[in-house]
């Protein structure tokens, strides 16, 4: 497989005017401290789904009743079992640190009650081996993967004793890995696991009313989204606190939360669109970030949401205020955003109601594929990030996850992705340089990981897993070749910029084909 020269040069032309944020630049550019990575989570990746002594969690039982094509990540990429190999890969390829989840299910397979010894050692192998591979733990706790004997017993988020089980399962990662573990984060994409879970019910644990979700069974989309998440603040808050309290001195990690974070556009310049990003602002990310760092929630989520949002007592509004160390952000992408005060007159509101905008999304359908592919918006993550200097007073950041799907196994040359690797990371050169507080980026995905919302239809990876080989081999991509070559520049003097445009060429020659 070699590309043309022709094709060569007709990418590399295509490159320069797409790619103009910050045309030079490596890992050198970076302060020392800042660190690099690569994610997945637990069931995306693990695979060994019913083995020694893991029990189903929500996202196991989303799969098995039939979502998501019919596909289920019972192997995935069988990562429980190959994740040495796995690390080698991470260690070619130059990561600082790896970002996975702990499936909860695994270690205490009914959400509370005995720990499974299997469970404990295969997460003690695999941060044992991070360690002397000199790969830093970036460890979640709660990666949409609820045990689903606690949404059995109880009805999981939605109930407050949540918040007691939840910060006894931290405790136990806290205990066991903590000596090891730098950065923990409670919970993964709280907002939107919240909405697509508890108001429209696409999701796990699929909870809806009409008419705001299709086929919904149990559930309220008027209420639980807002109880959910005042469960997930108590529940962070909690963990955090106990970290604080009992482990952060002798184990000198972080502890964090996790949102999803478009960037939005006023759709047009007139005022009640200037008034409907903050509106939307407020409530996606405000939601949590107000809580934990004013303590509590926006105001104008009180006026349009009135007695459907719970309140915070004073004890609990003092332990949610300050819980954390940074913030995890997953940024993709941006859309517009317009004013829709029709919607506060509906008579039943949920979120989306609540929220009184409409969304137009910048996300196209490619022609040649299924796969909604990302409008490349790097300058949306440099908005986001500036956003987050003048409203919230520049929290620490990590960039949690990035990246831009293309479909299965559809091409080993995936350009697309280069470009938008190579876009979002000097974006955010340029966002560190006018002050913002991050302090990582991690890409998203490390494998061909069993999407949230596609299964095996389209994937992230850098590298490709090979489903029809019995063996699952890996496989790199050209970014998986892209990004090592930003990496491996640590250490070269200044002269050592990557110069994409000049160089892919030479790249993808020298070190892929
Ligand atoms: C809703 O239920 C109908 C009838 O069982 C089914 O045909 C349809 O696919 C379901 N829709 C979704 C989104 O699950
Ligand atoms: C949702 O809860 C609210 C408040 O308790 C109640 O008024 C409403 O009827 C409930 N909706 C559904 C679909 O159960
Ligand atoms: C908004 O205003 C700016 C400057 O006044 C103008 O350049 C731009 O075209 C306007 N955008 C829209 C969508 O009207
Ligand atoms: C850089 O930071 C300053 C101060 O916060 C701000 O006014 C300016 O808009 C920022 N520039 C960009 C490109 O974000
Ligand atoms: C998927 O990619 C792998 C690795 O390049 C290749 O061996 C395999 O034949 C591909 N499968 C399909 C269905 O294209
Ligand atoms: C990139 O290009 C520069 C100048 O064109 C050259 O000095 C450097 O060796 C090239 N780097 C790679 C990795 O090819």
């Known amino acids: 497989m070699r590309i043309s020269l022709s094709f060569s040069l007709f990418l590399l032309?295509?490159?320069?005017?797409?790619?103009?944020?910050?045309?030079?630049?490596?890992?050198?550019?970076?302060?020392?401290?800042?660190?690099?990575?690569?994610?997945?989570?637990?069931y995306q990746v693990e695979g060994a789904a019913d083995q020694e002594g893991r029990k189903p969690s929500i996202w196991d039982t989303l799969t098995h009743d039939g979502k998501m094509h019919g596909d289920n990540a019972d192997i995935a990429c069988d990562q429980y079992h190959k994740f040495k190999e796995?690390?080698?890969?991470?260690?070619?390829?130059?990561?600082?640190?790896?970002?996975?989840?702990?499936?909860?299910?695994?270690?205490?397979?009914?959400?509370?009650?005995?720990?499974?010894?299997?469970?404990?050692?295969?997460?003690?192998?695999?941060?044992?081996?991070?360690?002397?591979?000199?790969?830093?733990?970036?460890?979640?706790?709660?990666?949409?993967d609820l045990p689903q004997a606690l949404e059995d017993e109880y009805g999981g988020w939605i109930n407050r004793k949540i918040v007691y089980d939840f910060t006894t399962y931290a405790d136990v990662c806290f205990r066991m890995f903590g000596d090891k573990v730098s950065h923990w984060t409670t919970v993964n994409e709280a907002n939107v696991f919240v909405l697509e879970g508890y108001d429209t019910g696409f999701l796990q644990p699929q909870h809806c009313s009409s008419p705001f979700g299709v086929n919904c069974t149990r559930g309220n989309s008027s209420t639980e989204p807002y109880l959910a998440t005042h469960h997930i603040l108590l529940a962070h808050a909690s963990a955090a606190v106990l970290y604080k309290e009992k482990y952060q001195d002798k184990q000198h990690g972080f502890i964090g939360i996790n949102l999803f974070a478009y960037w939005l556009v006023p759709l047009t310049n007139t005022t009640e669109?200037?008034?409907?990003?903050?509106?939307?602002?407020?409530?996606?990310?405000?939601?949590y970030l107000d809580p934990l760092i004013y303590g509590d929630n926006p105001d104008v989520m009180?006026?349009?949401?009135?007695?459907?949002?719970?309140?915070?007592?004073?004890?609990?509004?003092?332990?949610?205020k300050g819980s954390f160390d940074f913030l995890g952000v997953n940024y993709y992408s941006t859309s517009y955003v317009k004013d829709d005060p029709s919607k506060l007159e509906m008579e039943v509101k949920d979120f989306i109601v609540d929220m009184a905008v409409d969304?137009?999304?910048?996300?196209?359908?490619?022609?040649?594929?299924?796969?909604?592919k990302f409008t490349l918006t790097p300058w949306g993550l440099q908005g986001l990030l500036?956003?987050?200097?003048?409203?919230?007073?520049?929290?620490?950041?990590?960039?949690?996850?990035?990246?831009?799907?293309?479909?299965h196994n559809s091409s080993m040359e995936d350009w697309p992705?280069?470009?938008?690797?190579?876009?979002?990371?000097?974006?955010?050169?340029?966002?560190?340089?006018?002050?913002?507080?991050?302090?990582?980026?991690f890409q998203w995905s490390f494998l061909d990981v069993f999407e949230m919302l596609d299964g095996f239809e389209s994937s992230f990876g850098l590298y490709c897993?090979?489903?029809?080989?019995?063996?699952?081999?890996?496989?790199?991509?050209?970014?998986?070749?892209?990004?090592?070559?930003?990496?491996?520049?640590?250490?070269?003097?200044?002269?050592?910029f990557i110069e994409l445009e000049k160089n892919l060429s030479v790249l993808s020659h020298a070190h892929f084909f």
């Open 13 to 42: 032309i295509n490159l320069a005017a797409v790619v103009s944020a910050a045309d030079r630049f490596s890992r050198d550019d970076f302060p020392p401290g800042f660190v690099f990575g690569s994610g997945t989570s637990a």
């Open 86 to 144: 796995d690390i080698q890969l991470m260690v070619e390829t130059g990561l600082e640190a790896y970002r996975f989840s702990v499936s909860w299910s695994r270690l205490i397979p009914n959400g509370r009650g005995l720990v499974n010894p299997k469970g404990l050692q295969y997460y003690n192998n695999l941060i044992n081996e991070l360690i002397s591979n000199g790969i830093q733990p970036h460890v979640t706790l709660h990666h949409s």
């Open 273 to 287: 669109d200037a008034i409907a990003f903050q509106r939307a602002m407020d409530f996606l990310i405000g939601w």
């Open 302 to 320: 009180k006026r349009n949401v009135g007695t459907r949002l719970p309140t915070f007592t004073n004890l609990e509004s003092n332990q949610v």
């Open 359 to 372: 969304f137009k999304s910048m996300t196209i359908i490619q022609k040649d594929s299924s796969t909604s």
């Open 386 to 407: 500036e956003n987050f200097k003048q409203v919230y007073g520049n929290p620490p950041i990590y960039i949690h996850e990035n990246g831009q799907p293309t479909q």
């Open 417 to 441: 992705r280069v470009k938008y690797l190579y876009g979002h990371i000097g974006a955010l050169l340029h966002a560190l340089r006018n002050g913002s507080n991050t302090k990582g980026y």
């Open 465 to 496: 897993v090979d489903l029809d080989d019995p063996d699952l081999k890996r496989q790199p991509k050209l970014s998986a070749h892209w990004y090592k070559h930003f990496l491996k520049r640590k250490g070269v003097n200044s002269h050592g």
